[in-house]
């Protein structure tokens, strides 16, 4: 599905760009050019574009032209409008009152799928169980009516994989039409029309929904039926057959089926229970999960074996998968037993504990040995990777990869509350006393669940004090219509209301100086006839005079204050610099941008973003930038000319990167040279970068030494994108990799410009806006490494700040004829290969390039290549010569197993990701998520770090495909002849376009996870032709939700992407009551029906 924000964006860019308006018929050609595509408004459920562009009145205004054709103009819109006008209220606010009340969101940032965090957690409520009578009839009330049961009182372990016992008078499995439901239906919402007429995008906690993920954490399994009366000592036997088998230990969820197996019977569930008490016949570890099918079962331990289960006490523990970790060290184990302590000594333990700490969000076990030494210079004892179970008091064990025991994510003990509440901000203006008092009469205000917020921002005495009011529904909408409240219980007759006394730290209603407005306010200071106020839903204080104050009725109590207080992520050693607070005054006061909020505390830890543009702007990293000393920057002078210079990197788009002799470089070399004594120095765990955000500036290593690096993305919460800032090289490392800037260094360093100097060869006719791979290949083997470079600067884009020059290899810069720009433009390796792309982005995307990514290597980051390039220029090839040949497929891939369903009938926890209409959309299983999150950062740095070969493509061939930034499991749906490959994600259940550049072969170690895209259809509603109407009801309903799924029916296939389901869907997100999805559908096309 078409990203509606996504594309508002775009056409509004078109518009922008020309002020006289755009045709309606050039609307289409100037959108294809920007983004490679026609606007997509079919996708988005609208026959024509002229109706998609009627429904987008914030950002297009249609009028007629001359001609009498229709013309496209930009327009403000609302949220424009409004933002225009708090601004302008909000520079002024101390003399007209509160600002102009703003009740719009900004859009949101385009969602990425690995901003999910990748830990397990619970799983969605269960719907009661009275919804599935229902669907064939038998139960008295509809599927939308409220009921307070959940089907966890059938569930012990809460989970929504499946319930455990059959509901009462159950029917007889048959898909249900409308004729067939109860007559009683649940009160359909008047939303309906207004979703139908106006496409309403997507509610931002609804769009947001899978960055707070209550995710389960095991596939549902087949439900265990109950038996007769079983011999214990029959099954004792058969159980020691089977753990001789797997002397390595099984999952207790797989031993049900081996039995089955091996001995054509049901295990009895039985004996299920009283595994734990057969010490005898087998040990049983519990790894910190919740849910009892997910134990681990092992051959019983010899009497010299010290290693023990996990006590079950650790049964209730958020639910992980486990693996059995006894395959890392099964050969070894019984030798190196005895010797191996029984626990942690305390001082090891503190120094893992404190590491963990640093990592909230997991840490893998592999990393852990080098991590150790680099950060305590003392080696970690063996022992503790063979015996993972002795650290199961201070962290839970997680195995996200089937199959693969070797592999762990270990998870800190900590008790966080995500939802912690935000308290009032008008204590920080009053007394103590007043602020116990008022907290016991206005509830505290609730951080948004949103990761991105929209906020108004009032002001900033410093960076850890901003003043901002989160934007929306609950927030600035219930203030509004308790002002409009106040306005009518106040104009009615105040003059019983007047506060004469009136104290510090007193909360009162005081009517504003130049409006009819009646607002909510706490006495800060009492003078002779004039009062100091601070507004405590709007965030700034003024000076009244007595007659304006008035009583503040106990109904007006009920609504948190609205004015409340953030810290910005990265500024907190610089929040009273007077540079800072200007560019952050110029740049955000009086605002509307979005949030992301880095930590729930009572004073939330913020990055904010400026959306209204056309490329988002990172506050905290513009405000850190007015910090940097610009006498230090690499100069740019037209005709200069620098010897002895440096080219770190060279990019698919001919881009380059040098460094050039400065003061600035001088500095920054002696600076990075203390970094290394610190470090050397230091043993601490300090330097660990714990909580990473784009923006933030670190530590990472490049060639063997440490290096200054711009986060720059984000794929979950353990793999990022970095910029070598003053080498100009992006690379993909896991976040253990970085390292805060040393604090005595902190400011030298950030004061530093960046000493990249962008530049692109002068004089070059750039054909099709990519070089040839030749080309590339060559200037690199040419430029990198050597060291005897010069440059000419031909002239200066100072608005891109980028330098067209001259590029030599001696100190010969005087004749232009000698430079490789000429000996490129005479060779024929400049020739531009039809339809070859080296990189299907434009400029700006070119870091992301994947030969970029490698020549970098993962801890050290040194280069590949290293001494062997040669440090004068290779000899130029022919264009037919071309370094390797296109290759050839990839031996037969062993495809993953099928994801694992539950029994028909039965219920699973699914995310909705992509939802066409009732007939057909796309789902994943919600408790393996977090799986898919850890494999697609895995393939992350894997797939960047790969030299870029030629692949060979053919349909229906399963690879690995680069979309934006992120690798994808996908299939090769057709090969057009541009060079461009039609492939659907596996995963995700999309289709792309992609170039043929951007295609790797997929390793056999990304096949365990099974596919997590399942097509699905609707039960309950009859198979139609859905109108473009009923699409968008269901799209806004389903499409980006966790939802539960109860399955009605399999339609197998040869292939796992062939296969289908056909379930109901459930949504349980209000706790009141459940929300069947083919009652919705059912009503609406009755009414539909009835209309017509």
Known sequence: MADEELVKKMIRAVLQSSKSGVSLSDLQVEYKDLTGELIPHKQMGY??????????????????????????????????????????????????????????????????????????????????????????????????????????????????????????????????FPSERSEKRMTLPSRFQKEVHTHLSRNSKHTLAPYNLNENTTPAKPRLPHSAPYSPKL???????????????????????????????????????????????????????????????????????????????????????????????????????PASPKALSPELKQKLGELLLKYSSGLWAHALPKLYQDTYKCKLPEFVLDQLNLLSDICTIDYPMPDNPKRAILYAKVVEDENRNQSGLAGSKTKETAELRLSQTVPPLVIPKEEYPSVLVVEASDTNNVILRYIGEGYSKEQEKLEDEMREFYGQDNTKMA?????????????????????????CEVMADKVKVYYVDHGFSEVISKSKVLELHEKFYRLPFQATKCRLAGLESFSHEQAVLKRFDSMATGKILLAEILEREEVPLVVLYDTSQDDDININAACMKALQDR?????????????????????????????????????????????????????????????????????????????????????????????????????????????????????????????????????????????????????????????????????????????????????????????LNQQLADSDLWNHQKDVFLSSRGPLKALNAPTIHATIQ???????????????????????????????????????????????????????????????????????????????????????????????????????????????????????????VSVFQLDYGKHELVSSTQLRPLTQEFCQLPFQA??????????????????????????????????????????PWDRKVVIYLVDTSQEERDIWLHDIMAEFTDEMTNAA
């Open 631 to 819: 006498s230090l920057e690499s100069p740019l002078k037209v005709n200069s000319a620098y010897m002895n210079v440096s080219v770190t990197s060279v990019c698919s788009d001919g881009t380059i990167y040098c460094q050039v002799p400065s003061r600035g470089l001088t500095k920054l070399n002696e600076i990075l040279e203390k970094t290394e004594n610190y470090f050397h120095s230091q043993v601490t765990s300090e330097s660990l970068v714990s909580r990473p955000f784009c923006g933030k500036i670190c530590l990472a290593r490049y060639k063997g030494k440490w290096s200054r690096v711009e986060i720059t993305n984000l794929h979950g919460s353990r793999v990022l994108d970095i910029l070598f800032v003053d080498i100009g090289v992006q690379a993909s490392v896991e976040v253990i990799e970085l390292r805060e800037i040393p604090p005595p260094l902190l400011r030298d360093l950030i004061s530093t410009p960046t000493q990249a100097l962008k530049c692109c060869l002068a004089d070059l006719p750039v054909c099709g806006g990519a070089w040839t791979p030749d080309a590339v290949q060559w200037l690199r083997d040419t430029v990198l490494h050597c060291s005897d470079c010069s440059l000419k600067i031909a002239k200066v884009d100072e608005n891109k700040r980028l330098a067209h020059i001259y590029l030599f290899t001696s100190k010969n810069f005087h004749d232009t004829s000698c430079s």
């Open 47 to 176: 026959a024509t574009l002229d109706a998609l562009l009627h429904s987008m009145p914030s950002v297009v205004k249609l009028d007629k032209g001359q001609s009498g054709e229709v013309v496209c103009h930009a327009t403000t819109g609302n949220e424009m409008a409004h933002i225009a006008k708090l601004a302008a209220r909000q520079r002024t606010a101390k003399k007209t009152g509160r600002p102009q009340m703003v009740n719009c969101q900004m859009r949101v940032k385009p969602a990425a799928p690995l901003l999910l965090n990748a830990k397990p957690r619970t799983s969605l409520r269960q719907p009661d169980h009275r919804g599935r009578l229902g669907r064939g009839g038998g139960r008295g009330g509809g599927h939308g009516d409220s009921r307070t049961g959940s089907m966890r009182d059938s569930q012990p372990d809460g989970k929504g994989g499946r319930p455990h016992n059959t509901p009462p008078n159950t029917p007889t499995r048959k898909p249900s």
């Open 235 to 337: 099954v004792q036997s058969r159980l020691q057959e089977v753990l001789n088998k797997h002397s390595n230990g099984l999952w207790v969820s797989k031993l049900p089926q081996l039995y089955r197996e091996h001995y054509k019977q049901e295990l009895p569930s039985e004996a299920l229970k009283d595994l734990e008490h057969w010490t005898h016949i087998c040990t049983v570890e519990k790894p910190c999960s919740s849910k009892p099918q997910e134990l681990l079962l092992y051959p019983a331990k010899e009497s010299s074996q010290t290693s023990a289960p996990t006590p079950t006490t650790h049964d209730k523990s958020p639910s992980h998968h486990k693996k059995p970790q006894i395959q890392r060290s099964s050969s070894t184990s019984k030798l190196s037993s």
């Open 1014 to 1055: 399942i097509t699905a259809q609707l039960a309950g509603v009859k198979p139609r032709q859905w109108s473009e109407e009923a699409s968008i009801v269901f799209r806004n309903h389903v499409e980006k939700k966790p939802l539960v799924a109860q399955l009605e029916s399999v339609q197998e296939a040869s292939h």
């Open 858 to 980: 993962t801890s050290n980051l040194s280069t590949d290549k290293g001494d062997k390039a040669p440090h004068t220029p290779k000899k130029l090839s022919p264009l037919g010569s071309q370094g390797t040949p296109p290759g050839s497929p990839p031996e037969k891939l062993a495809l993953p197993p099928l994801l694992e369903l539950p029994e028909i009938g039965q219920n699973m926890d699914v995310f909705i990701s992509v939802a066409c209409h009732p007939g057909h959309f796309v789902l994943q299983p919600w408790q393996d998520m977090y799986k898919l999150v850890v494999l697609m950062g895995e393939m992350i740095l894997h797939y960047n770090k790969m030299e870029e070969k030629p692949l060979k493509v053919e349909k229906n061939q399963v690879c690995a495909a680069k979309v934006e930034n992120n690798w994808y499991r996908v299939l090769v749906k057709g090969v057009l002849t541009n060079g461009l």
């Open 499 to 523: 506060l004469t006394s009136p104290s510090p730290g007193q909360l009162t209603a005081v009517r504003a100086e130049e409006e009819e407005e009646i607002l909510r306010a706490q006495v």
